[in-house]
């Protein structure tokens, strides 16, 4: 997970119908004998279109896999807006077209494991109704929109038989609510099931190179120039800026697994060279 784009509102979902359909809503709701009927007005394509642009040309939110814009993809409700699992909520209907509660996921995150999962820390504290604050709850599930995830969730790097294998853990130094939030979110939306593990290891191919590269030249360069060999050392400058455009390449937010890259540069020592995109 990484921390998507902040991108306007597409005009679409504040057109007049919108709000109209929510007043409908409401009085469906406020009748038991009324099953309530939530159009999927999301799918509209100027809405999947400025969601797919603000998740990194269609990266799923959770597990940074890039799915097809026209096929796979769901626009994921982060607060449900039918009913919530395990709770008596009738979701968070009013938040059914609110840009901010539409996220860009793939069908295994969404569909097979979050949801109408949303568990909070204080369920006293959830909003039961459009007249309450949601921003007063403690969601226990990582807003890519609002927090970065990367304060959250670490990785565990294993290698086997010339394979990576990467598996997402909570930051070690984390305690807490912080602790329990980055677990929870492992768990709620899959992270660490197998299929990403290897496939977290298979982007990693490669990097490890780059990395060794980088820190043999740096070093090769510092001694010349200590050496007084400002020549040599500049020769070897192009070859640091060369790794270095690699290094920001491979970091950049369109890649899927742009978590785990990050981090595996940050973890040499390298965190200057990642793209800031």
Known sequence: MIKIKKTDCPEYLLRP?????????????????????IPDYWRNNAVRDELYAAHYEGKCCYCERRRDR???????????????????????????????????????????????????????KRASNYCLDENIER?????????????????????????????????????????????????????????????RGEALQGLKEIADSMIMAKKSMMHLRMEGKTEDAESIQEEVDRLANLIGEATNPIKSFCGVRREFFINYGLDKYISNI
């Not at 059914?96 to 909070?120: M, S, V």
């Not at 807003?143 to 294998?165: L, M, Q, T, V, W």
């Open 17 to 37: 119908h919108i709000e109209d359909r929510l007043v409908t809503i409401k009085q469906e709701i406020d009748d038991p004998e009324i099953e309530h009927d």
């Open 139 to 199: 969601p226990k599930l990582i807003n890519p929109r609002r927090e970065d995830p990367a304060e959250y969730i670490g990785f565990s790097c294993e290698k086997h038989a010339g394979r990576y294998y990467v598996r997402p853990i909570a930051k070690p130094h984390l305690t807490g609510e912080k602790r329990e939030k980055a677990n929870a979110t492992i768990d709620m939306v899959g992270l660490d099931r197998d299929t990403l593990v290897s496939e």
């Open 70 to 124: 026209t096929r796979e993809p769901d626009v994921e409700h982060f607060r449900p807006k039918k009913s919530v699992k395990n709770t008596s909520h009738p979701g968070y209907w009013w938040l059914a077209y609110d840009w901010n509660n539409l996220l860009w996921a793939c069908k295994a995150c969404n569909e097979d494991y979050k949801g109408t999962k949303f568990p909070i820390f204080n369920e006293n």
